[in-house]
Nanobody, 124 residues
Framework: QVQLVESGGGSVQAGGSLRLSCVAS????????MVWFRQAPGKEREGVAG????????YYADFVQGRFTISQDNAKNTVYLQMNSLKPEDTAMYYC?????????????????WGQGTQVTVSS
């Protein structure tokens, strides 16, 4: 099995920054891709940023391009999401997910492992 634990969420004012962390443990060889998703109340879960486990390829949703950066530290089995210039519309529960990517990085069904989520709240 694979366990994912997110941390780093919180409340910030618009324009502020947060760094989310996702620590993986267990059978980490079972996946080749990790993604940050988010879900706001009443909305569908959407992909924010993704990275392959080799750290070579990164992907971003258009709405975070230039503001968020995904990275990883393989020695620590940790993926990060640096979020800058936060906006109120970034308010959501942020989830870390891992899986064997076989299609579009935003396709939720290919991610078998999920964390419990960390709340991000941005006030205006």
């Amino acid at each position: 099995q694979v366990q994912l634990v997110e941390s780093g969420g919180g409340s910030v004012q618009a324009g502020g920054s947060l760094r989310l962390s996702c620590v993986a443990s267990g059978n980490t060889w079972k996946y080749n891709f990790m993604v940050w998703f988010r879900q706001a109340p009443g909305k569908e879960r959407e992909g924010v940023a993704g990275i392959n486990t080799g750290g070579v390829f990164t992907y971003y949703a258009d709405f975070v391009q230039g503001r968020f950066t995904i990275s990883q530290d393989n020695a620590k089995n940790t993926v990060y999401l640096q979020m800058n210039s936060l906006k109120p519309e970034d308010t959501a529960m942020y989830y870390c997910a891992a899986g064997l990517r076989a299609g579009s990085w935003t396709s939720i069904g290919q991610y078998s492992y999920w964390g419990q989520g960390t709340q991000v709240t941005v006030s205006s």
